[in-house]
Nanobody, 126 residues
Framework: QVQLVESGGGLVQAGGSLRLSCAAA????????MGWFRQAPGKEREFVAA????????YYADSVKGRFTISRDNAKNTVYLQMNSLKPEDTAIYYC???????????????????WGQGTQVTVSS
């Protein structure tokens, strides 16, 4: 089992920044990839970014490329999502997720992830 706890959400004006954190505990070695997803009211959960624990390769949704940066601190078992130039359409609940084993390479798919955090609300006002 892997336990994930997100923090760092809040209310920010358009153009502002927030940094989300995701602390992982438990059998973290069983997950090759950590991802961030988001879900806005009435919409499906969508991929935001993913990063590999080993090597740090990162992947992003087109909608956040150039604005968001995912990073990890292996020593702290923590993943971060730095969000800059925020837009009202970024408003959503943001979820951290840990990949299942074996990893199949579909970073963008919710089915790739076996463990999920409780989510943290991000609200961007115009």
């Amino acid at each position: 089992q892997v336990q994930l706890v997100e923090s760092g959400g809040g209310l920010v004006q358009a153009g502002g920044s927030l940094r989300l954190s995701c602390a992982a505990a438990g059998r973290t070695f069983s997950s090759d990839v950590m991802g961030w997803f988001r879900q806005a009211p009435g919409k499906e959960r969508e991929f935001v970014a993913a990063i590999r624990w080993s090597g740090g390769s990162a992947y992003y949704a087109d909608s956040v490329k150039g604005r968001f940066t995912i990073s990890r601190d292996n020593a702290k078992n923590t993943v971060y999502l730095q969000m800059n130039s925020l837009k009202p359409e970024d408003t959503a609940i943001y979820y951290c997720a840990a990949s299942r084993s074996p990893y199949t390479g579909r970073d963008y798919s919710t089915r790739e992830y076996a463990y999920w955090g409780q989510g943290t609300q991000v609200t961007v006002s115009s």
